[in-house]
């Protein structure tokens, strides 16, 4: 039992390993997008309200971007604000590369996530079942010294 228990974990561990790269490799195509779409003017908006001005008292004061402040990246579990029309800001004419990444990196940190806790509901498992079998030696090893002292003057 012990090796069987050894061997799923060491095939958990794996995959959580091969999530964790996936997730890594899905956060890169997100940064990877955001820069092929920020250095492409093609893809700006040319209608900001904002295009003339200097865009003082922005967060990002970048002299080729007039348009408003970019929304920062959320954490994968913020669907809530997707549904809002929250996340990252896309302009008009935009690839869908930035959606596609977000979206890969959202399926990333969900099968991460659910490994994780395979990981853990078996860590818990393996620990009670050791403990019961730390308990039963524990108590077999009381019986005999118990027999011991009885056969011992």
Not at 66 to 90: E, F, K, Q, T, Y
Not at 99 to 123: G, M, N, Q, T
Request: net charge negative; proline share 5%; with cysteine.
């Amino acid at each position: 039992m012990a090796s069987a228990a050894a061997r799923r974990r060491q095939e958990m561990a794996a995959d959580g390993q091969q999530h964790l790269e996936q997730t890594i490799a899905a956060a890169f195509q997100i940064l990877s997008s955001m820069n092929d779409e920020l250095c492409n003017p093609a893809l700006w908006s040319s209608s900001s309200p904002a295009a003339g001005g200097g865009g003082g008292g922005q967060h990002h004061n970048h002299p080729n971007h007039a348009g408003p402040p970019l929304p920062l990246l959320h954490s994968a579990d913020s669907d809530a604000s997707d549904a809002a029309g929250g996340g990252v800001w896309i302009g008009p004419g935009s690839g869908g590369s930035l959606d596609e990444a977000r979206h890969r990196y959202k399926v990333a940190v969900a099968a991460l996530r659910a490994s994780i806790a395979a990981v853990s509901s078996c860590a818990q498992e393996m620990g009670s079942t050791e403990h019961k079998a730390e308990q039963a030696e524990v108590e077999r090893l009381e019986e005999h010294a118990s027999a011991l002292r009885k056969v011992l003057p």
